[in-house]
């Protein structure tokens, strides 16, 4: 089976940094995207970045440009996202997703698989 795990969420003051791990098992994870999401409350899940398989391309949604970071180690089936000049704004759950398909990376339908969600506040 498909299983993702988040984790590496916490309270940091803005400014301040945090890494997220996704760890992922049961498909070949050399060939697929992984994308990082997240919700605020009340809020709909926006993709915040992106990475594709063995080239390892990034995406990066506008508000995170130049904050976050978006890796993966294939060895360890692991993709972080290094979360830096963290901004209250950037308070939510994040999710990680793969087997994009369909659709705009940034779109939560275009994703199929999704593990449960790490909290990160940002207080100000």
């Known amino acids: 089976d498909v299983q993702l795990q988040a984790f590496g969420g916490g309270l940091v003051q803005a400014g301040g940094s945090l890494r997220l791990s996704c760890a992922a098992s049961g498909f070949s994870f050399d060939d697929y995207a992984i994308g990082w999401f997240r919700q605020a409350p009340g809020k709909e899940r926006e993709g915040v970045a992106c990475?594709?398989?063995?080239?390892?391309?990034?995406y990066y949604a506008n508000s995170v440009k130049g904050r976050f970071t978006i890796s993966r180690d294939n060895a360890k089936k692991t993709v972080y996202l290094q979360m830096n000049n963290l901004k209250p704004e950037d308070t939510a759950v994040y999710y990680c997703a793969t087997h994009w398909g369909q659709g705009p990376w940034w779109v939560a339908s275009s994703w199929d698989y999704w593990g449960k969600g790490t909290q990160v506040t940002v207080s100000s």
């Open positions: 990475i594709s398989g063995r080239a390892g391309n990034t």
